[in-house]
């Protein structure tokens, strides 16, 4: 369990991090380059980020399918990769708008996103871990985080909207 759960802490943390750092080099006043911005070098980029994200954590769900309470097959950590990267990157990039809304700066932002980035996925295989106590403290913990992420935005739903709205819409002006 504990070589589970360090694995996807190190797996989440590296691979958003440099996500991170694809999106936010070239933003031009913005608080992440839009998707329809990046060149298609980058897409590509962000494209094998995601790939090697569900690869990674597939390998690290095979070695270690023992530590979760799901059944011992592959169909098994096809499942617990698929929601702990999902799942995972969901909240990443919830923590990532409460960041922007909290006006963090770009390195304080970067920093986080290599340290504690496998922070969401870490939780989501903490849940799927065999101990129960454990499943119940991952759950108060993502609790915990997704109130303090509400609190400290004003306006938490436009706020995760308009992030939303800029990182896939064409952005006029530049």
Known sequence: MRLQLAGTWLIGSAVTGTIAVLLTHD????PFT?????????????????AT?????FALGWRTIGASWLPDQPR????WASLVGGAGLGGWAYAAGVTFAADFSLTAQLILAYTAGGFPFTLLAAMLARPPKLNIAAAA???VAV???????D??????????NLLVAPVTGR
């Open 53 to 57: 994200l569900f690869l990674a954590l």
């Open 155 to 164: 306006m938490p739903l436009w706020t995760l909207i308009q992030y939303l």
């Open 76 to 79: 098994a950590v096809v499942l």
């Open 34 to 50: 839009p998707l329809l911005m990046l060149s298609g070098l980058e897409l590509l980029a962000l494209l094998l980020l995601g």
């Open 141 to 143: 913990l993502t609790v």
């Open 147 to 153: 109130l303090i992420g509400l609190a400290v935005m």
């Open 27 to 30: 933003r031009d006043g913005l």
